[in-house]
Nanobody, 123 residues
Framework: QLQLVESGGGSAQTGGSLRLTCEAS????????MAWARQAPGKKREGVAK????????VYGNAVQGRFIISHDSAKNAIYLQMNNLKPEDTAMYYC????????????????WGQGTQVTVGS
């Protein structure tokens, strides 16, 4: 059973940066597709970025392409989301998620979820 804990959220100004961390425990996370998703109040959940560590495969959502970077540290069983050039529309609760084997754009197929970390971007 994989457990996921997010950290690193907070407040930033437009154009600023934040780095989110997701620490995994309970299993070897390299066998999973790891992802970040976000949900703002009144909006649907949105995929932000995915990474399949053993293949160094990454995919980004259109809204964050070129601004956010997903990475992993297998020794620490952690993934990161470096968020640069933040915009007010990036304000949301950010969740770390995982599914076995291959990545999917259907986030309902992700089996494990963290509790989330809030990101707020002021104008």
């Amino acid at each position: 059973q994989l457990q996921l804990v997010e950290s690193g959220g907070g407040s930033a100004q437009t154009g600023g940066s934040l780095r989110l961390t997701c620490e995994a425990s309970g299993d070897t996370f390299s066998r999973y597709c790891m992802a970040w998703a976000r949900q703002a109040p009144g909006k649907k959940r949105e995929g932000v970025a995915k990474i399949y560590p053993i293949a160094s495969y990454t995919v980004y959502g259109n809204a964050v392409q070129g601004r956010f970077i997903i990475s992993h540290d297998s020794a620490k069983n952690a993934i990161y989301l470096q968020m640069n050039n933040l915009k007010p529309e990036d304000t949301a609760m950010y969740y770390c998620a995982a599914k076995r084997e291959y990545c999917s754009s259907n986030y309902s197929t992700y089996e494990y979820w963290g509790q989330g970390t809030q990101v707020t971007v002021g104008s």
